[in-house]
Protein backbone atom coordinates (compact mmCIF):
# COMPACT_ATOMS: atom_id res chain seq x y z
CA UNK A 1 0.00 0.00 0.00
CA UNK A 2 1.30 3.26 -1.17
CA UNK A 3 0.27 6.45 1.10
CA UNK A 4 1.48 10.23 1.00
CA UNK A 5 2.56 11.53 4.03
CA UNK A 6 1.36 15.12 4.57
CA UNK A 7 3.39 17.06 6.83
CA UNK A 8 1.16 19.53 8.45
CA UNK A 9 2.02 23.08 10.50
CA UNK A 10 2.34 21.36 13.92
CA UNK A 11 4.10 18.34 12.65
CA UNK A 12 7.83 17.89 13.48
CA UNK A 13 10.27 18.19 11.42
CA UNK A 14 11.68 15.00 9.97
CA UNK A 15 14.91 14.63 11.27
CA UNK A 16 14.98 16.89 14.13
CA UNK A 17 15.62 16.00 17.56
CA UNK A 18 13.00 15.39 20.23
CA UNK A 19 13.58 16.58 24.04
CA UNK A 20 11.65 12.95 24.81
CA UNK A 21 14.48 10.82 22.27
CA UNK A 22 16.40 8.54 24.53
CA UNK A 23 20.01 10.00 25.78
CA UNK A 24 21.39 6.64 24.43
CA UNK A 25 22.11 6.08 20.56
CA UNK A 26 20.04 3.73 18.97
CA UNK A 27 20.90 -0.08 18.96
CA UNK A 28 22.02 -1.12 15.19
CA UNK A 29 19.48 -4.13 15.32
CA UNK A 30 17.08 -4.46 12.51
CA UNK A 31 13.92 -7.09 12.44
CA UNK A 32 15.07 -10.61 12.25
CA UNK A 33 18.08 -10.71 14.32
CA UNK A 34 18.72 -13.53 16.73
CA UNK A 35 16.26 -13.66 19.98
CA UNK A 36 19.30 -13.29 22.11
CA UNK A 37 20.71 -9.91 20.59
CA UNK A 38 16.90 -8.83 21.13
CA UNK A 39 17.14 -9.93 24.56
CA UNK A 40 20.48 -8.33 25.47
CA UNK A 41 18.99 -5.14 24.17
CA UNK A 42 16.22 -4.96 26.15
CA UNK A 43 18.22 -5.37 29.48
CA UNK A 44 20.36 -2.80 28.65
CA UNK A 45 17.50 -0.60 28.69
CA UNK A 46 15.92 -2.46 32.15
CA UNK A 47 13.40 -4.39 30.29
CA UNK A 48 12.79 -7.96 31.08
CA UNK A 49 9.86 -10.74 31.71
CA UNK A 50 10.57 -10.08 34.99
CA UNK A 51 9.47 -6.83 35.40
CA UNK A 52 6.70 -7.62 33.56
CA UNK A 53 5.61 -10.41 36.44
CA UNK A 54 6.65 -7.92 39.06
CA UNK A 55 4.22 -5.32 36.83
CA UNK A 56 1.52 -8.21 37.22
CA UNK A 57 1.87 -8.27 40.92
CA UNK A 58 1.90 -4.61 41.74
CA UNK A 59 -1.22 -3.92 39.68
CA UNK A 60 -3.18 -7.10 41.05
CA UNK A 61 -5.01 -5.14 43.84
CA UNK A 62 -5.58 -1.76 42.01
CA UNK A 63 -6.93 -3.05 38.46
CA UNK A 64 -8.91 -6.60 38.31
CA UNK A 65 -8.42 -8.00 34.55
CA UNK A 66 -10.25 -6.34 31.42
CA UNK A 67 -12.32 -9.03 29.78
CA UNK A 68 -11.59 -10.11 26.52
CA UNK A 69 -14.60 -11.40 24.08
CA UNK A 70 -15.21 -12.54 20.20
CA UNK A 71 -17.73 -11.10 17.95
CA UNK A 72 -19.38 -13.23 15.01
CA UNK A 73 -19.47 -9.87 12.87
CA UNK A 74 -16.02 -9.32 14.12
CA UNK A 75 -14.80 -12.84 12.41
CA UNK A 76 -17.11 -12.07 9.77
CA UNK A 77 -15.59 -9.05 8.52
CA UNK A 78 -12.16 -10.10 9.29
CA UNK A 79 -12.62 -13.46 7.94
CA UNK A 80 -11.14 -15.39 10.81
CA UNK A 81 -11.60 -15.22 14.57
CA UNK A 82 -10.72 -12.13 16.57
CA UNK A 83 -10.01 -11.97 20.07
CA UNK A 84 -10.76 -8.16 21.75
CA UNK A 85 -9.56 -7.09 24.69
CA UNK A 86 -11.27 -4.49 26.47
CA UNK A 87 -9.06 -2.07 27.79
CA UNK A 88 -11.06 0.73 27.13
CA UNK A 89 -13.13 -0.32 30.14
CA UNK A 90 -9.75 0.96 32.95
CA UNK A 91 -10.91 3.50 35.08
CA UNK A 92 -8.68 6.23 32.98
CA UNK A 93 -10.43 4.71 29.42
CA UNK A 94 -6.93 3.13 28.17
CA UNK A 95 -4.58 0.64 29.23
CA UNK A 96 -1.99 3.43 30.01
CA UNK A 97 -3.26 3.55 33.03
CA UNK A 98 -1.25 0.19 33.80
CA UNK A 99 1.87 2.00 33.28
CA UNK A 100 1.17 4.81 35.63
CA UNK A 101 0.65 2.68 38.30
CA UNK A 102 2.86 0.36 38.26
CA UNK A 103 5.74 3.55 37.87
CA UNK A 104 3.98 5.12 41.02
CA UNK A 105 4.56 2.09 42.95
CA UNK A 106 8.26 1.41 41.97
CA UNK A 107 9.88 4.90 42.20
CA UNK A 108 12.26 6.02 44.99
CA UNK A 109 10.87 7.99 47.25
CA UNK A 110 12.99 11.32 46.59
CA UNK A 111 11.38 11.66 42.96
CA UNK A 112 7.83 10.57 44.59
CA UNK A 113 9.37 14.07 47.09
CA UNK A 114 10.26 15.55 44.01
CA UNK A 115 6.84 15.41 42.49
CA UNK A 116 6.37 14.49 38.34
CA UNK A 117 6.51 16.24 35.34
CA UNK A 118 5.06 15.04 31.56
CA UNK A 119 3.96 15.85 28.51
CA UNK A 120 0.86 14.50 27.00
CA UNK A 121 -2.36 15.49 25.55
CA UNK A 122 -4.46 12.39 26.13
CA UNK A 123 -3.81 8.61 27.20
CA UNK A 124 -0.45 8.94 29.38
CA UNK A 125 -1.75 12.30 30.64
CA UNK A 126 -4.70 10.69 32.60
CA UNK A 127 -2.73 8.20 33.46
CA UNK A 128 0.16 9.78 35.46
CA UNK A 129 -2.40 12.08 36.86
CA UNK A 130 -4.61 9.21 37.99
CA UNK A 131 -1.60 7.11 39.48
CA UNK A 132 -0.41 10.44 41.43
CA UNK A 133 -3.50 10.85 42.61
CA UNK A 134 -3.42 7.34 44.14
CA UNK A 135 -0.47 7.87 45.60
CA UNK A 136 -0.51 11.25 46.70
CA UNK A 137 2.30 12.50 44.97
CA UNK A 138 2.01 15.93 42.68
CA UNK A 139 2.18 15.64 38.82
CA UNK A 140 2.51 18.41 36.27
CA UNK A 141 1.66 17.50 32.81
CA UNK A 142 2.49 19.92 30.05
CA UNK A 143 0.07 19.96 27.10
CA UNK A 144 0.04 21.65 23.86
CA UNK A 145 -2.05 24.93 24.05
CA UNK A 146 -4.34 22.99 20.88
CA UNK A 147 -5.27 20.74 23.37
CA UNK A 148 -9.00 19.97 23.78
CA UNK A 149 -10.66 21.75 27.10
CA UNK A 150 -12.16 18.00 27.76
CA UNK A 151 -8.43 16.86 28.12
CA UNK A 152 -7.26 19.06 29.70
CA UNK A 153 -10.14 19.33 32.51
CA UNK A 154 -9.51 15.37 32.43
CA UNK A 155 -6.47 15.68 33.89
CA UNK A 156 -7.24 18.76 36.18
CA UNK A 157 -10.34 16.59 37.90
CA UNK A 158 -8.04 13.85 38.48
CA UNK A 159 -6.12 16.44 41.01
CA UNK A 160 -3.39 16.98 38.39
CA UNK A 161 -1.50 20.64 37.31
CA UNK A 162 -2.01 21.17 33.97
CA UNK A 163 0.14 23.73 31.92
CA UNK A 164 -0.47 24.74 28.83
CA UNK A 165 2.64 25.35 26.71
CA UNK A 166 3.63 25.30 22.89
CA UNK A 167 1.57 24.97 19.62
CA UNK A 168 2.29 21.45 19.28
CA UNK A 169 3.41 18.43 20.73
CA UNK A 170 7.51 18.84 20.13
CA UNK A 171 7.30 22.06 21.36
CA UNK A 172 5.34 21.25 24.76
CA UNK A 173 7.68 18.53 25.20
CA UNK A 174 10.34 20.90 25.01
CA UNK A 175 8.51 23.27 27.59
CA UNK A 176 8.08 20.23 29.94
CA UNK A 177 11.44 19.32 30.03
CA UNK A 178 12.38 22.93 31.13
CA UNK A 179 9.59 23.58 33.58
CA UNK A 180 10.54 19.90 35.23
CA UNK A 181 14.24 20.85 35.53
CA UNK A 182 13.55 24.38 36.66
CA UNK A 183 11.21 23.17 39.63
CA UNK A 184 13.20 20.08 40.50
CA UNK A 185 10.73 17.60 39.04
CA UNK A 186 11.32 14.06 38.22
CA UNK A 187 11.06 13.97 34.67
CA UNK A 188 8.76 11.24 33.42
CA UNK A 189 9.36 10.57 29.91
CA UNK A 190 6.62 8.20 28.94
CA UNK A 191 8.03 5.91 26.06
CA UNK A 192 11.50 5.29 27.77
CA UNK A 193 10.70 4.61 31.62
CA UNK A 194 10.88 0.69 31.97
CA UNK A 195 8.06 0.71 35.03
CA UNK A 196 5.68 2.25 32.40
CA UNK A 197 6.61 -0.38 28.98
CA UNK A 198 6.14 -3.27 31.90
CA UNK A 199 3.05 -1.88 33.20
CA UNK A 200 1.77 -2.05 29.66
CA UNK A 201 3.01 -5.27 29.28
CA UNK A 202 0.55 -6.82 31.60
CA UNK A 203 -1.93 -6.31 29.14
CA UNK A 204 -0.67 -9.05 26.41
CA UNK A 205 0.34 -11.09 29.81
CA UNK A 206 -3.69 -11.08 30.57
CA UNK A 207 -4.69 -11.90 26.71
CA UNK A 208 -1.92 -14.72 25.67
CA UNK A 209 -2.60 -16.66 29.03
CA UNK A 210 -6.23 -16.65 28.76
CA UNK A 211 -6.24 -17.30 25.11
CA UNK A 212 -3.46 -20.08 23.73
CA UNK A 213 -5.18 -20.51 20.46
CA UNK A 214 -4.34 -17.20 19.38
CA UNK A 215 -1.40 -17.20 16.64
CA UNK A 216 -1.39 -13.37 15.64
CA UNK A 217 -1.36 -10.25 17.59
CA UNK A 218 -2.03 -6.73 15.96
CA UNK A 219 -0.48 -4.04 18.74
CA UNK A 220 -0.67 -0.12 17.69
CA UNK A 221 2.37 1.91 18.09
CA UNK A 222 2.47 4.94 18.57
CA UNK A 223 5.77 5.51 20.91
CA UNK A 224 5.84 1.43 21.15
CA UNK A 225 5.84 0.95 24.65
CA UNK A 226 2.52 -1.31 24.66
CA UNK A 227 4.20 -3.42 21.35
CA UNK A 228 7.38 -3.60 23.54
CA UNK A 229 5.75 -5.42 25.95
CA UNK A 230 3.58 -7.37 23.75
CA UNK A 231 6.89 -8.55 22.33
CA UNK A 232 8.27 -8.78 25.99
CA UNK A 233 5.64 -11.30 26.87
CA UNK A 234 5.45 -13.16 23.52
CA UNK A 235 8.80 -14.33 23.92
CA UNK A 236 8.32 -15.78 26.86
CA UNK A 237 5.13 -17.44 27.38
CA UNK A 238 3.99 -17.66 23.25
CA UNK A 239 6.95 -17.23 21.07
CA UNK A 240 4.52 -19.24 18.42
CA UNK A 241 2.35 -16.04 17.87
CA UNK A 242 3.26 -13.80 15.92
CA UNK A 243 3.06 -10.04 16.74
CA UNK A 244 2.28 -7.14 14.12
CA UNK A 245 2.79 -3.28 14.83
CA UNK A 246 -0.05 -1.06 13.15
CA UNK A 247 0.84 2.78 13.27
CA UNK A 248 -0.96 5.70 11.00
CA UNK A 249 0.96 6.36 8.06
CA UNK A 250 0.48 9.93 8.87
CA UNK A 251 3.00 9.47 11.97
CA UNK A 252 5.22 6.56 10.90
CA UNK A 253 8.35 7.86 12.91
CA UNK A 254 8.39 4.10 14.98
CA UNK A 255 7.75 2.75 11.99
CA UNK A 256 10.86 4.36 10.23
CA UNK A 257 13.03 4.04 12.98
CA UNK A 258 12.13 0.38 13.38
CA UNK A 259 13.08 0.05 9.35
CA UNK A 260 16.70 1.46 9.34
CA UNK A 261 17.67 0.76 13.19
CA UNK A 262 18.20 4.44 14.05
CA UNK A 263 16.12 6.70 16.03
CA UNK A 264 14.26 9.18 13.71
CA UNK A 265 11.62 12.29 13.79
CA UNK A 266 9.14 12.50 11.64
CA UNK A 267 5.88 14.86 10.73
CA UNK A 268 2.70 13.95 12.03
CA UNK A 269 -0.40 13.99 9.77
CA UNK A 270 -3.25 11.81 11.65
CA UNK A 271 -6.35 12.37 13.83
CA UNK A 272 -5.12 9.12 15.62
CA UNK A 273 -3.95 11.17 18.59
CA UNK A 274 -2.80 7.73 20.52
CA UNK A 275 -0.45 7.04 17.44
CA UNK A 276 0.59 10.95 16.78
CA UNK A 277 4.45 10.31 18.03
CA UNK A 278 6.72 12.63 16.14
CA UNK A 279 9.84 10.22 17.33
CA UNK A 280 11.17 7.27 17.85
CA UNK A 281 12.04 5.76 21.35
CA UNK A 282 15.36 3.78 22.17
CA UNK A 283 13.73 1.64 24.95
CA UNK A 284 11.03 0.41 22.78
CA UNK A 285 12.81 -0.18 19.69
CA UNK A 286 15.15 -2.26 21.33
CA UNK A 287 12.49 -4.56 21.53
CA UNK A 288 11.02 -4.16 18.34
CA UNK A 289 13.58 -4.20 15.76
CA UNK A 290 14.30 -7.55 16.99
CA UNK A 291 10.71 -8.42 18.01
CA UNK A 292 7.98 -7.49 15.31
CA UNK A 293 7.34 -10.25 12.71
CA UNK A 294 5.61 -7.11 10.82
CA UNK A 295 4.81 -3.82 10.93
CA UNK A 296 1.64 -1.78 8.88
CA UNK A 297 0.94 1.81 8.08
CA UNK A 298 -2.69 2.35 8.19
CA UNK A 299 -4.21 4.92 6.15
CA UNK A 300 -6.60 7.60 7.58
CA UNK A 301 -9.85 5.58 6.39
CA UNK A 302 -8.84 2.09 7.42
CA UNK A 303 -8.68 3.65 11.48
CA UNK A 304 -12.22 5.09 10.44
CA UNK A 305 -13.48 2.49 9.27
CA UNK A 306 -12.26 0.13 12.35
CA UNK A 307 -13.77 2.44 14.59
CA UNK A 308 -17.24 2.29 13.23
CA UNK A 309 -17.05 -1.58 12.65
CA UNK A 310 -16.03 -2.18 16.33
CA UNK A 311 -18.98 0.58 17.42
CA UNK A 312 -21.65 -1.81 15.30
CA UNK A 313 -20.66 -5.73 15.23
CA UNK A 314 -18.51 -5.17 19.04
CA UNK A 315 -20.51 -2.67 20.48
CA UNK A 316 -17.74 -1.00 21.63
CA UNK A 317 -16.69 3.12 21.39
CA UNK A 318 -12.87 3.12 20.61
CA UNK A 319 -10.64 6.08 19.43
CA UNK A 320 -8.37 5.61 16.31
CA UNK A 321 -5.35 4.31 18.21
CA UNK A 322 -7.65 1.58 19.91
CA UNK A 323 -9.34 0.68 16.53
CA UNK A 324 -6.07 0.16 14.94
CA UNK A 325 -5.40 -3.29 15.89
CA UNK A 326 -8.60 -4.05 14.09
CA UNK A 327 -7.55 -2.07 11.08
CA UNK A 328 -4.63 -3.97 11.22
CA UNK A 329 -6.66 -7.97 11.05
CA UNK A 330 -8.47 -6.25 8.35
CA UNK A 331 -5.45 -5.76 6.22
CA UNK A 332 -4.13 -9.06 6.97
CA UNK A 333 -7.82 -10.29 5.48
CA UNK A 334 -6.41 -8.41 2.16
CA UNK A 335 -3.19 -10.45 2.17
CA UNK A 336 -4.82 -14.20 2.80
CA UNK A 337 -3.86 -14.54 6.52
CA UNK A 338 -6.29 -16.48 8.20
CA UNK A 339 -5.10 -17.33 11.77
CA UNK A 340 -6.66 -16.68 14.85
CA UNK A 341 -6.14 -13.21 15.56
CA UNK A 342 -5.76 -10.78 18.90
CA UNK A 343 -5.47 -6.93 19.65
CA UNK A 344 -6.48 -4.93 22.61
CA UNK A 345 -9.06 -1.86 22.42
CA UNK A 346 -6.30 0.15 23.95
CA UNK A 347 -8.37 2.85 24.80
CA UNK A 348 -11.97 4.44 24.32
CA UNK A 349 -11.15 8.22 24.46
CA UNK A 350 -12.53 9.25 21.22
CA UNK A 351 -12.32 13.16 20.41
CA UNK A 352 -15.19 14.98 19.23
CA UNK A 353 -14.30 15.03 15.61
CA UNK A 354 -14.26 10.98 15.75
CA UNK A 355 -17.25 11.10 17.45
CA UNK A 356 -18.74 13.25 14.80
CA UNK A 357 -17.16 11.07 11.79
CA UNK A 358 -18.61 7.58 13.32
CA UNK A 359 -22.42 9.25 13.29
CA UNK A 360 -21.69 9.57 9.16
CA UNK A 361 -20.27 6.40 8.91
CA UNK A 362 -22.61 2.90 8.07
CA UNK A 363 -22.22 1.08 10.95
Not at 23 to 30: I, L, M, P, V, Y
Not at 135 to 153: D, L, N
Not at 344 to 363: F, H, I, K, V
Amino acid sequence: MTVTVRPTTDAVAAGSASPLAGSQAAQADRPGVAAQRGTSAAAAHGLSFEGVLAAADVLAPALPPTPSWSYPLLDEAVGRRVVVKHENVQPTGAFKVRGGLNLLATLPAEARERGLGTVSTGNHAQSLAYAAAKHGVAATIVMAESTAPVKVSAVRALGARAVLAGANMAEAAEAAAALAEREGLYFVNPGEEPAIIHGHATVYLELLTAHSEIETLYVPIGSGSGAAGAVLVRDAIAPHVRVVGVQAAGARAAYDSWATGEIVSRPIDTFAAGLATGSGFHAPQSVLRGGLNDFLLLSEQQMRDAIALMAGAAHTLCEGAGASGLAGALADRDRGYTSVAAFACTGGNASDDELANLMRLPY
